[in-house]
């Protein structure tokens, strides 16, 4: 999951002896689930066995598959929306008021009913305690209240269409029998939880936890697979060998030259890494001569972003690019007009120089250019030490930036370091990536809304290049107040102009959702021609998508 | 007698002084925990979801420095070391069930590497310039030369991917419970060869070289030659004369390395990714879990501390001279 990523021994060896134990080859004769399946993530510590769903360090664990939200919005198909514990949902007031009709003969797992009273329960659990609101819905939340029997009204303060994503795909319902009756719910472990999805917890030690399948679940016939063993694996190594023997089927880290450690062990194996965010380079707003437009443009135009995903990134994470959009994944958000502007950003010194210089900047006697204030074009980028891919990313940045007369030294800090000085705004530029959501603008708003920074030296939530512009705030405002996708579209193309011509953020590579899947005994995986969710084990609520699309071979 | 009173002054002042340590490392360190959750959840948290995960996680409350100190001193002396930031239970609980996994592979793996190693360097020096000496302290020197890790990875892929002979990871299957039941406890045992091994092949060395080298210098004593003089058997020279001399040294780094058995052997617990304490101290740290990463270090500072007071109770019964001296 973390991209804690070191030199793995790329260790050949044809082995997937018939030693492997615990693939479990499904029987599928009689109905009800069978099968075991191993799911491989390195999360980079042993189970501390808290399922507790508002935790931000646990609920991984938790959402999707024990816990369930009430729609799923897969972030592959633009928003598409599927129907979990809620049936049916409308916008209405002007956008600020969103009605939930919440399912009928849904039970939790210790046999009571789940109904409206428990959503409603649950967002005035989150308001009641604000360190549970992982996602911030109260800040645009008025009330929420339950309505007739199986209804359930939220009023916002202002239109926030986008906030149906947190509100209906990210917050998992809890039951009110169980939760009220906790004196501190965010302290509350939750090591055996109860829940109204398609598996229990059952039991959890600090090496494994074992998912077994909710024999009463309420989809008919779901899951198909009876257990999902989820090991600790503390760093990637030991986590790509289990997939690479075929201990594992479902992996969700980086495996270092992935074709000959793993694809090529089977034809079962697979891999497929969709792309969801960018992986930016952040110039401090408050730092001269950064806040000048042009030595951003200088910069954008000096990254070679093919070199930067080729070499930096093995390939895996494709180029980005200058609209701030993520391509393929949200291709159909893209603003014909903005593609062929992003197309001038490509990589080109010598017009980066040209730029500087018609802008008044003139080149020192090192080959660094100074502007006209007196200041040598030479920073500092903060840079996540841990992640080697992103050091060595830096390192095309920064030949880059040479070539076209700026210089760029890297610190590459701790990840205690790092985020100190990203959330304070004590850096010159940050190399960062954000975590997006399921349209553009989520991403857009995390890098641009000014309601989201603080001054330097406090805090800030995102935006932590500290960019502010009226214009781009009320932009990312409007979209918040329509539900038309073709207005939306149209804002998101304006944005994707401010992009372009104030370069606030500059996009280097995508990130993409890490997943290698084994189809030797499981089939329903999610692939390229089948988007169904978010393939990453560590998605949530994808990943409980993902477990109820599977089924023993 | 006086030997021992002062000894034990010195170990509370010791454990004084790291307890202090102990409280002001993690509060110098960039960052807080709240910093850490807001690095997991970028994005989606407003500032003021962030003061209220601060609170409740007992931090930024202005409380001064000197009255956490005061308060964090009386926790540590009742044993009450509050909860983890990450899960929200009991630290106590979370290392009780890290400990045993570190107690079983790193402690009974230094014993026998002490045991073995101080025994074969005896047996070097005794036949010194034979073929044993001639051959084992060489073989177990450079031993000690390689890099653990890497004596790891080679380990895995000889025993485990080439011939998968035995499990590349974890201390025991995932499907299986821990139990005291043969089919866990050999898969456990099954686990733990490979680890055990690389943590031999890389330790055993030092004990025998240090042991050897003294007993050479030993041997060379007059009251060897007296013993021998007296026509006393090989084998009480060797044991009750040469050895018992010899083992001072030894004794000290063994005690010395069963307190560290205690904070886990990181590596071990990562290239094999084995359940344990070093790992979690990694965690703690990185996700600046105050609570966990105190327990940790005190476990750990008392461990050595008390291990270093046995050997110097031992030391006193084997060496007369240092009971007497001063």
């Known amino acids: 999951m973390r991209r804690f990523r070191k030199l793995a021994l790329a260790a050949a060896g044809g082995l997937m002896a018939a030693v492997l134990a615990a693939c479990g080859s499904g029987t599928t004769s009689a109905a009800g689930p069978s099968g075991t399946l191993t799911i491989s993530n390195e999360s980079g510590g042993l189970w501390q066995c808290s399922f507790n769903p508002f935790n931000s360090s646990a609920n991984f664990l938790s959402v999707g598959n024990v816990y369930e939200p009430l729609v799923f919005v897969n972030a592959l198909q633009n928003d598409q929306t599927t129907p979990w514990l809620a049936t049916k949902w409308d916008w209405s007031n002007g956008n600020k008021t969103l009605t939930f009709t919440i399912r009928s003969g849904v039970k939790w797992n210790d046999g009571q009913a789940m109904g409206a009273a428990d959503v409603a329960f649950t967002y005035n659990l989150l308001k009641k305690n604000a360190a549970l609101d992982l996602n911030s819905v109260w800040s645009v939340l008025d009330s929420v209240a339950q309505q007739g029997t199986d209804q359930v009204v939220f009023n916002f303060k202002a239109p926030a269409v986008p906030y149906f994503f947190y509100i209906a795909d990210q917050i998992a319902i809890v039951p009110q029998h169980v939760w009220s009756t906790i004196a501190d719910p965010v302290h509350y472990t939750d090591a055996k939880p109860v829940a109204t999805g398609a598996y229990e917890v059952n039991p959890c030690t600090p090496q494994n936890i074992t998912f077994t399948a909710n024999k009463n679940y309420w989809q008919p016939g779901l899951p198909k697979v009876a257990k999902v063993l989820y090991p600790a694996f503390t760093s990637n190594d030991p986590a790509n060998n289990y997939l690479a023997t075929g201990q594992a089927q479902w992996g969700s880290q980086f495996i270092p030259n992935i074709d000959a450690f793993y694809a090529k062990k089977s034809p079962d194996h697979h891999y497929w890494f969709p792309p969801i965010a960018q992986v930016s380079l952040f110039p401090n707003e408050k730092v001269a001569p950064l806040n000048d437009p042009v030595v951003r443009k200088a910069l954008a135009l000096a990254i070679d972003r093919n070199k930067a995903s080729s070499v930096g990134e093995y390939g895996y994470e494709p180029a980005g690019n200058q609209m701030g959009i993520v391509t393929p994944t949200f291709q159909s958000w893209v603003d014909p007009a903005a593609q062929s502007a992003a197309a001038s ?24 250019y100074v502007s006209p204030a007196g200041k040598r074009l030479s920073f500092h980028v903060i840079n996540q030490g841990g992640y080697s891919d992103w050091v060595a990313t830096m390192q095309v940045v920064i030949q880059g930036a040479k070539a076209a007369g700026i210089e760029i030294i890297p610190d590459n800090l701790s990840a205690n370091d790092y985020n100190d000085k990203l959330f304070n705004g004590n850096f ?63 804002i998101i193309a304006k944005l994707e102009q401010v992009m372009l ?15 290698q899947y084994d189809t030797s005994h499981f089939t329903g995986w999610p692939t390229p021609q089948n988007q169904y969710a978010l393939p990453a084990a560590f998605q949530i609520p994808d990943m409980g998508q993902v477990l109820l699309h599977l089924s023993p071979k | 007698m006086r030997y021992l009173i002062r000894r034990l002054g010195f170990f509370v002042l010791t454990l004084w002084a790291a307890l202090t340590i102990n409280f002001l490392i993690p509060r110098l360190m960039p960052g807080s925990p709240a910093t850490a959750i807001l690095a997991r959840f970028h994005g989606r948290l407003t500032p003021t979801a962030l003061h209220a995960i601060e609170a409740s996680l007992g931090i930024n409350t202005n409380q001064g420095i000197a009255s956490q100190y005061v308060q964090y001193i009386g926790n540590t002396v009742t044993l009450n070391f509050g909860d983890s930031v990450q899960s929200f239970q ?40 034979g073929k044993l000496d001639s051959i084992l302290p060489p073989v177990f020197v450079v031993g000690t030369g390689l890099p653990y890790f890497w004596v790891g990875m080679i380990l895995i892929i000889l025993f485990a991917e080439i011939n998968p002979w035995l499990p590349v990871a974890l201390g025991i299957d995932p499907g299986i419970d821990v139990a005291f039941n043969w089919p866990a406890i050999s898969n456990m045992l099954q686990h733990a060869i490979l680890p055990a091994g690389a943590l031999l092949i890389t330790s055993i060395g030092t004990w025998v070289l240090t042991m050897r080298n003294t007993m050479v210098t030993t041997l060379a004593e007059d009251y060897i030659r007296m013993a021998r003089a007296k026509g006393l058997p090989n084998r009480r020279i060797m044991v009750d004369y040469a050895a018992r001399n010899s083992i001072l040294p030894n004794l000290t780094g063994f005690a010395m390395s069963l307190g560290f058995v205690v904070s886990g052997a990181v590596l071990v617990e990562d290239v094999f990714n084995y359940p344990g304490v070093g790992f979690m101290l990694v965690q703690a740290v990185q996700n600046e879990d105050f609570p966990l990463m105190q327990c940790l270090f005190l476990l750990i500072t008392v461990a050595v501390l008390v291990a270093v007071l046995l050997a110097d109770i031992a030391t ?3 060496d007369p001279r240092t009971r007497t001296a001063r």
């Open chain 1, 345 to 368: 950003f490509n990589y080109n010194p010598t017009k980066a120089s040209s730029m500087l210089e018609a802008a008044g900047y003139h080149k020192g006697s090192d080959g660094i």
């Open chain 1, 428 to 490: 010159d530029l940050a190399y960062y990536a954000e975590t997006g959501g399921p349209a553009p603008y989520y991403e857009l708003r995390q890098w641009l809304y000014s309601a989201n920074t603080a001054p330097i030296g406090q805090q800030a939530s995102t935006n932590f290049e500290r960019y502010s512009d009226p214009q781009t705030d009320s932009l990312l405002d409007q979209y918040g107040a329509t539900a038309d996708p073709a207005a939306q579209k149209q």
């Open chain 1, 501 to 515: 011509t104030q370069v606030p953020v500059i996009p280097v590579t995508e990130s993409v959702d890490w997943y």
């Open chain 2, 90 to 129: 009991p630290v106590a609980k979370i290392v009780a069930q890290a400990i045993p996994w570190t107690l079983a592979l790193v402690g009974i793996t230094t014993i026998v590497a002490f045991i073995l190693g101080t025994g074969i360097g005896a047996i070097a020096a005794w036949k010194r310039g």
């Open chain 2, 316 to 318: 006193a019964l084997l």
